[in-house]
């Protein structure tokens, strides 16, 4: 229930109730209320404090608790990008492992402002699948990864996060050129609403208490872009080995959430790419063997009131 003072002739809205002892209101924050009416005691005030951490699944709407004015984003990321396969020997002149897949963009213990009662909305992205080529046709693609985003009736978007990119190859054949690889790319990340930096909640907790820096990132107030699968920089760097029946692994996939949560391991010769976690890339097949998929994403969210 909803408690109102009438301060200059006006009512307003108070989040939090004191008792005065001696002289001081200080450290005497009441957590119930009640009055007594016709005959029982009826409670007409109750603290509210954080909710418990809930992950959310993909289409699911929940309703703001009516005393609430925040929520949490622990962790929230988009999916990751999938990989691909190594490729046998062509005429170009050896084997070939797969690039990885990027990882997807990310928030960790960001605070938003929503309002009591109203309606949100869960999208939660999914990773790319692992791609292969067509019989001796060395042009593929590894499959992208699903944004993530929260919406909410009142509040609107609160963020989009878009999913890493699958790698690829282009341009090959068995009988030459040799394909030119593109590593996956990395998501972007849209952050329609402000963040709330300084904040006390009705419960006590600060912007400095550590259930604000244990997301996936570990800190408060962060998010960002995803990042690049491997190789990152000059098609020098390819998984590619000279020779035929050469010995060639594949790319790892790039890590989600700043580089905390690491992506898909490139695999060994003649070995699939593992599979990304979290939004992170998967890692690329090693000659002749499969590529995988990016990681799914996520949201984790508790809601708070600040005063």
Aim: charged share 10%; aromatic share 8%.
């Amino acid at each position: 229930m909803t408690v109102f003072v009438k301060d200059g002739g006006s009512f307003r809205e108070i989040s939090e109730l004191f008792v005065r002892d001696g002289t001081s209101y200080t450290n005497k924050t009441i957590t119930n209320a009640y009055v007594y009416h016709s005959g029982s005691w009826r409670e007409i005030y109750t603290l509210f404090t954080a909710t418990n951490f809930q992950d959310l699944s993909d289409g699911q709407t929940l309703t703001v608790p009516s005393l609430a004015n925040a929520i949490h984003i622990k962790n929230a990321v988009a999916g990751g990008g999938g990989s691909m396969n190594g490729l046998g020997y062509d005429k170009g002149g050896g084997e070939q492992g797969g690039r990885g897949g990027g990882s997807g963009a990310y928030i960790s213990d960001k605070v938003f402002a929503v309002t009591g009662g109203e309606t949100l909305t869960a999208t939660i992205g999914s990773g790319g699948g692992s791609g292969s080529n067509s019989s001796f046709n060395y042009n593929a693609s590894a499959g992208n990864g699903t944004p993530t985003s929260l919406s909410g009736t009142s509040s609107n978007q609160l963020f989009s996060l878009g999913g890493g990119g699958g790698s690829s190859f282009s341009g090959g054949y068995v009988q030459g050129p040799r394909a030119t690889q593109t590593s996956g790319s990395a998501g972007e990340a849209t952050i329609n609403a402000t963040a709330i930096t300084t904040f006390t909640t009705t419960g006590g907790l600060t912007q400095g208490d550590s259930s604000f820096a244990q997301g996936r990132a570990g800190s408060f107030n962060s998010s960002g872009d995803g990042a690049q699968g491997f190789p990152q920089t000059s098609p020098s760097l390819d998984p590619v080995c000279n020779g035929d029946n050469c010995s060639i692994g594949g790319a790892n996939g790039a890590p989600s959430y700043n580089g905390l949560v690491a992506g898909g391991t490139g695999g060994g010769s003649n070995s699939s790419g593992n599979a990304g976690q979290f939004g992170s890339g998967a890692g690329g097949g090693g000659k002749e063997a499969g590529g995988n998929s990016g990681g799914d994403g996520e949201i984790t969210i508790r809601f708070l009131r600040t005063t």
